[in-house]
RNA sequence: GCGCCCGUAGCUCAGCCGGAUAGAGCAACGGAUUUCUAAUCCGUAGGUCGGAGGUUCGAAUCCUCCCGGGCGCGCCA
């Protein structure tokens, strides 16, 4: 489905071709209402190179302009501007459009592309935890969105299920393990061996060592260290379905670390080969002399000790997911940390000439009040499934409060749905390089920017319906007569126009801000315009506005992997 | 030392491939409720966009330098 502003960029590119001139300039939506609903500021554009001024060049763009099918006559303003203001019965008639289109008028994407998505990716033997959480809803957002817009996509959980930290949870497996808190909680008593061994192996080097026989063990395929590996990978993966149950979260391929374990050495092997890496004082790595950013910064693929690390897997990985899955796209949704890593792999898997498109979606960290890195009081990562539960109990609280008649199974099912999307909520209406300051009171507040006023417009839509006793009635023509019916129904033409932008600079955020501003407009609609009350046939074609305005806040929340309640 | 990210209202944040008088929300203040869920709406007030230069008809946005905060930089992942 076109929308008005692909429609405008194509007469604005024929008019510029009319009066020959070259395509320039932009069209966007208007900076202020004032200046109606879009703008171009072709005209500055070309008259920088001043053989006519932007204002005489604007109005001869303008007399070659054929938009009075849904536009009032386009105006220049300002230093050069030319503004558009939609007719009316243009609005309403592209409305009708999004409401019997079936992606609610959002285009697919031109070329598909199948994409693999590396996201969440938590490490065995250790809980989620906060720091999981915006790696996690902002790849499954991503996905979601990829996916509606037509692309094929692979959700990959990249578990970290090998390395180093096992021959210290093996060592404290046979040495420190507590059968009966096993038993208890599997993955507590993991962690806390591990962490035990931790401390003993940076105090004592012959645990050190020991440990590192434990896991030139369990790499030698050791039959008993393979057991306990399993066992460990076992548990940790009860703890990881639970949270991603409660996330609504799910992965078409799991591979982990463990996974490339035996393609390491051939990695290796193929860039010594081919001259891409060399050794080094022992070890095997990759330069980057001529990339003045990476020059200093070489990259070990191969240790001293004949050991691989994370960037060989790494690249293990990128030739999977290209060869074996025949991806066109990687998106790696990965803390800002590691952007150095990943631009390390990006340029050496360009010079073995892969042809995908990698790209590193990084994000800031969630501090706590302090503005430190959040922790609990102890100092311990917060697992993230104490504080899902966290926010459902609070969310709880809040329904008991608001609406104590509710039966209970009812009041389960909406405190989750509240609390776990105020928690994913606050993380997406955010930019992804913003830290930012985790707050009960702000994500679950009934104000404002939040999940909850967003799910309450939703709920208002449906009390209306309930009430109603009738879905949404058939028509041809909406009349609207009231500024906030124009408003609203404008802002919902508006929503295939923001949903590819996403995925310009993978900001789900633009999202969830039209979201915001689609539920402010009901709201302000809901205050003016009576529905039920209102004669025929004001009456249905406001019936036919929430029920459009409902879909597209449920679609538009569930692309950001949201839910909503039909009460609260 | 080198590199990356961030600095916008009292607070939390949008806006950043250059565009018109820099926007929201929270908190503050003033209004609206015989209701379709007030978990709401309407209004007022609030700014040297960290600082200084530069490019441009035009800079929060691009370039340089500086200040402040965070994070990374051969054998952890």
New binding site residues.
Partial sequence: METFQSILAKKLSSALANAGLPDA??L?T???P???DY?T?AA??L??Q?TEN?RALAKKIVAHLRVDDFCETPVV???????FKLRPDAIAKKTIEVLRHAGLGVAKAKPKQRIVIDFGSP?VAKPMHVGHIRSTVLGDALARIAQFLGHEVIRDNHI?D????FGMVIYGWKNLLDQRALQRNPLAEIVRVYKETNERATRDPQVREACRQELVKLQAGDKKNIDIWNECVAFSMQDFQHVFEMLDVHYDVQCG?SFYHDRLPGVVERLLKSGIAEI????V?VFFRDN??LA?????I????G?????T?DLATVDYRVKELKADAIWYVV???????LKQIFEIARRESYAADLRHI?F??V?GED???MKTRSGENVPLRDLLEEACNR?RK??D???PHLGEDEKID?AQK?GVGAVKYTDL?????????F?W??ML??????A??L???Y??I???F???GEPAPKIDKLILSDPAETNIAKRLCQFAEIVPQIL??F?P??LA?YL??L??SF????????????EEPARSS?LVLCDLTGRVLQCGLDLLGIKV????
Wanted: include cysteine; aromatic fraction near 8%.
């Fill in positions: 300039g932009e966007t208007a900076t202020d004032r200046f109606g703008q500021n500055l554009v008259g920088k001043p932007p303003a300002g230093a050069g501007f030319i503004n490490n970290g090998w390395g180093m930290q670390e080094s004082e022992a070890a790595v003045p950013e200093d910064k070489p990259c070990i191969r240790k001293r000790d050991g691989f690390n994370y960037a897997t803390g800002a940390p590691q952007t150095l890593h990084a800031g960290s501090l503005r430190k890195l969310a809040i329904v409060e608001k609406n909406i509240i209406s955010q930019y992804r390089m913003t830290d930012y300051i707050s009171e702000k507040s009934l104000h404002g920017n939040t909850p006023y799910q309450n417009a709920v208002r449906r009390s209306i309930r009430k109603a310009n600079d900001r955020n633009i801000n915001f501003e539920a402010n709201h302000t609609f809901y205050e003016a315009c009576p529905v039920l009350k209102s406001r309640p039909e009460k609260m």
